[in-house]
């Protein structure tokens, strides 16, 4: 179900539709002022994970839902009272999408039958032939706008790339389509999000000499692989003409995981990563000229999920008259 709703090209395109529906209603009308492009960010991928997923507008609170979605994603790496926040968002959401589905089900909520929404409450069947219980399903539609919202954090790595190679941004403005795909993924290569993956062990086994035993946690070293220099390099120089891609499903540029999403630990999400990704990149450089700041932000290591310290601005800016360049702060 998920590979379906994920990774089909009509699913896809209609995900960025609704995406950059959003993002010119978010960012393109806005006359003047500083933005934090994470929050407007995550606001326009919670508007349109919900758009594309079937939720009702009358039925949503954006706003609300997109701050619910920050929470439970800045506080993934968190213990004690973060933690206990987003637990708390996640509850809360997840007691109102329960609502959606009840509604759903009993014919209070109509929505059309193409849609995620109809799929997960409605028509999907497991190989017993059993729909899934109200919590399941629930969780299943949270697990689509989840992941959706965090998209936010690649898109601010986005735009730090734009920012520190001006050039590239220049060269986008007037084309190029055919690199703006291999500038995506190095950009998931090169920045960190979630460091690793964790999982348990469901048997004993013993790995290149190493006891391990059920039960255990291994973790995944995704940051760790993609800044290997025996696998690519020079691996901290920002390079988009590596040739890197999620269509590989090797097991060496895995920002998202490594081999198929079918039947391995990678995100079935990544096509809708990538294809979000690339229509950013189009809407910063050849719509409504934005100015980025600052292109020399640091990214502290220490903090999971990854952000830019300090967050990354944007502000529109008039077509003439840009301000000098040779700041950080007015590189473009």
Same mark, same amino acid.
């Given at each position: ?21 959003? *993002? &010119? $209603?978010? #960012?393109?009308? +806005?006359? =003047?002022? !500083?933005?934090?492009?994470?929050? /407007? ?42 933690? *206990? &926040? $987003?637990? #708390?968002?996640? +509850?809360? =959401?997840? !007691?109102?999408?329960?609502?959606? /589905? ?231």
């Amino acid at each position: 179900m998920f590979i379906d709703l994920a990774m089909s090209d009509g699913a896809v395109a209609a995900l960025i539709d609704r995406f950059r529906h959003h *993002w &010119l $209603a978010q #960012v393109d009308n +806005r006359e =003047t002022g !500083r933005s934090d492009l994470r929050e /407007v960010a995550n606001l326009v991928l919670t508007k349109a994970s919900a758009d594309w997923i079937g939720i009702p507008e009358h039925s949503r609170d954006d706003r609300i839902l997109a701050e619910s979605l920050a929470e439970m994603i800045d506080n993934t790496g968190s213990f004690g009272p973060s933690a *206990w &926040l $987003a637990l #708390v968002s996640r +509850r809360r =959401t997840e !007691r109102w999408l329960i609502s959606i /589905v009840e509604a759903v089900r009993d014919g209070s909520l109509v929505v059309i039958d193409e849609c995620a929404l109809k799929t997960i409450c409605v028509f999907y069947r497991d190989a017993d032939g059993r729909a899934l219980s109200t919590e399941a399903a629930a969780v299943e539609l949270l697990n689509l706008l989840r992941p959706i919202a965090a998209i936010s954090r690649w898109i601010v790595f986005l735009a730090l790339a734009l920012a520190r190679n001006p050039e590239r941004q220049e060269r986008f403005r007037g084309g190029h389509d055919d690199e703006i795909e291999g500038f995506v993924e190095e950009v998931q290569r090169l920045y960190p999000f979630f460091p690793f993956v964790g999982a348990k062990l469901r048997k004993d086994l013993v790995w290149q000499g190493h006891p391990l035993v059920k039960g255990d946690w291994l973790l995944l070293d995704l940051y760790g692989t993609t800044h290997d220099p025996r696998l690519f390099p020079q691996p901290t120089v920002f390079d988009p003409e590596r040739g890197s891609s999620w269509r590989n499903e090797d097991f060496r540029f895995i920002p998202q995981g490594g081999g198929r999403p079918e039947t391995s630990h990678r995100c079935p999400g990544e096509k809708i990563i990538v294809e979000i990704l690339k229509e950013t990149l189009k809407l910063v450089c050849r719509n409504r000229p934005l100015r980025i700041t600052p292109a020399d932000a640091d990214i502290p290591l220490g903090s999971i999920p990854a952000s830019p310290v300090p967050p990354i601005s944007i502000c529109p800016r008039a077509v003439s008259g840009a301000p000098p360049r040779g700041l950080a702060d007015d590189r473009w």
